[in-house]
């Protein structure tokens, strides 16, 4: 896929040392370095998803991440929420990822907003980026990002944690290359119901921190044109049982087909 972000002209001679094995690493190199260096990136979440998505796009050299999250820190978090550290309890979620983010990448510029993101806001705050990632809780909140991408024409990473199960996916309703693929064509509007929160039925941290690793890398490939996305295709992942597959995502009027085992 073509590459999303223009590179920046230059980095800092610091970042240059902080972000060589991206240089020397095939499909990246020293000018997807500086895509990265380029790119605009919002989250919406900073928890068990968010955290390890916030820090890893850091770590990789996004120049811009903007952290959507109304919550405050609390301690069951911690298990999983690894942004988030013991002294940030009852700090805002956005505070306490920019710190986490800014210790570990000073040059990367981080916008918070401490609000919860709805149908009324959703397409102001998220105009303006190269990628969404939604790693949000709430299907309600998914249907309002869901819905702005697909009217800004920014493709969505997406994932979801439950218990010992995970899912990760990339939708995007004005794709370069390929078939818009679209929220409503994994789960058509009326039929998603309400997960359990992970307060009533637990999720595995670990897992969170994989997820995150997936999402962070789909985001890394669309910005730099490496590899191929997830657009088009659902990862499934069963930690429990050490297995993971995909499946095709089709129109919501055909069911999904299995394609790799």
Excluded: Y
Aim: proline share 6%; aromatic share 2%.
């Amino acid at each position: 896929m073509h590459p999303l972000v223009a590179p920046a002209s230059a980095l800092e001679p610091t970042e240059l040392v902080r972000t060589a094995r991206h240089a020397v690493l095939s499909g990246i190199g020293e000018e997807g370095q500086r895509r990265l260096n380029a790119a605009r990136v919002t989250v919406v979440g900073a928890g068990g998803l968010g955290s390890p998505v916030l820090l890893a796009l850091a770590a990789a050299g996004i120049g811009s991440l903007t952290v959507i999250d109304d919550d405050t820190v609390e301690l069951t978090n911690l298990q999983r929420q690894l942004a988030h550290r013991v002294e940030d309890i009852g700090t805002q979620k956005t505070a306490s990822a920019e710190r986490a983010i800014t210790a570990l990448a000073p040059q990367t510029v981080v916008t918070q907003h401490a609000v919860r993101l709805d149908a009324s806001n959703a397409e102001r705050l998220l105009s303006g980026a190269d990628v969404v990632v939604d790693t949000s809780d709430s299907f309600a909140t998914r249907r309002d990002v869901a819905a702005a991408t697909e009217a800004l024409g920014l493709p969505l990473v997406w994932g979801a944690v439950q218990e010992w199960h995970a899912q990760a996916t990339v939708f995007w309703s004005e794709p370069p290359e390929g078939d818009p693929v679209v929220l409503a064509d994994l789960f058509p509007v009326g039929t998603e119901g309400e997960p359990p929160s992970c307060a009533q039925v637990g999720v595995l941290g670990a897992l969170c921190v994989q997820v995150g690793g997936i999402l962070s890398g789909e985001v890394i490939k669309l910005i730099t044109g490496a590899g191929h996305p997830l657009l088009g295709r659902l990862a499934i992942i069963d930690s429990l049982a050490a297995r993971q597959h995909e499946i095709a995502i089709r129109p919501a009027s055909s069911a999904p087909t299995a394609v790799s085992a």
